[in-house]
């Protein structure tokens, strides 16, 4: 949903969203339901308090932005996306649902990010990535981004496409196949990353049947190892 490689990159990134978004955008909740897993599991164990920040990086249509404000009523919500198109969607869905008070949204690109960005001086409680970071060409720098954005004792959460080991072979290739057709690359090295780096009381993984998809919380700490790939 959002990040770019260099000058060049960000802008071809950007405009390549709009027009992948620029209609779908219309359906995206409806037909994405059945298939991005997880997402509302990420939001059951986000466990914000009350005044605690929480930044959706590669936000969308802001669905679960505003799943959140109505889960965690004293949380701060913050969100932003490369595609300017999806922002238009995300922004007319927080006005129907009556959070526009609660949801602040800026069209960034994820390794831009910055609390300065939302006027804030102080860093995020946590950071979120659904199903994004299998769109952003560099992952990577979009961790290390949210690493520097959120407070050491806070979190980062992530959903997204596991590397579908467990899934019967030609379905696997297929969906990959399908998947490929909107620019989405599950990633297979920080699933296999976040395995080896293990799980602590800071940390959880929990993986999908078939490995179709997992979810992860860590400390930025942890996550930062893993985007340097020392993990």
């Given at each position: 949903m959002n990040a770019h490689n260099s000058e060049d990159g960000t802008s071809n990134h950007a405009q390549l969203m709009d027009k992948v978004y620029r209609h779908q955008r219309h359906i995206y909740d409806l037909t994405r339901k059945y298939y991005l897993l997880g997402r509302d599991r990420l939001v059951r164990e986000l466990n914000a308090k009350p005044g605690e920040s929480v930044v959706e990086i590669g936000c969308g249509t802001a669905r679960n932005l505003i799943r959140i404000a109505r889960a965690y009523p004293?949380?701060?919500?913050?969100?932003?996306?490369?595609?300017?198109?999806?922002?238009?969607?995300?922004?007319?869905?927080?006005?129907?649902?009556?959070?526009?008070?609660?949801?602040?949204?800026?069209?960034?690109?994820?390794?831009?990010?910055?609390?300065?960005?939302?006027?804030?001086?102080?860093?995020?409680?946590?950071?979120?990535?659904?199903?994004?970071?299998?769109?952003?060409?560099?992952?990577?720098?979009?961790?290390k981004s949210a690493a520097a954005c959120v407070k050491p004792q806070g979190a980062i959460h992530a959903v997204d496409f596991g590397d579908l080991k467990g899934l019967w072979r030609p379905l696997a290739n297929g969906l990959r196949a399908w998947l490929r057709l909107f620019h989405v690359k599950p990633r297979e090295e920080l699933l296999a990353a976040v395995e080896r780096g293990g799980t602590n009381s800071t940390s959880r993984l929990h993986v999908l049947p078939g490995r179709y998809a997992f979810v992860f919380r860590a400390n930025p700490d942890l996550v930062r190892m893993i985007a340097q790939g020392s993990r």
């Open positions: 004293g949380a701060k919500l913050y969100g932003l996306d490369a595609s300017a198109e999806m922002l238009i969607t995300a922004n007319e869905s927080i006005a129907r649902a009556g959070l526009k008070d609660r949801i602040l949204l800026k069209h960034a690109y994820a390794e831009d990010m910055t609390p300065a960005l939302f006027g804030l001086n102080d860093a995020f409680d946590h950071a979120v990535f659904s199903y994004s970071l299998s769109m952003i060409p560099d992952w990577r720098g979009a961790l």
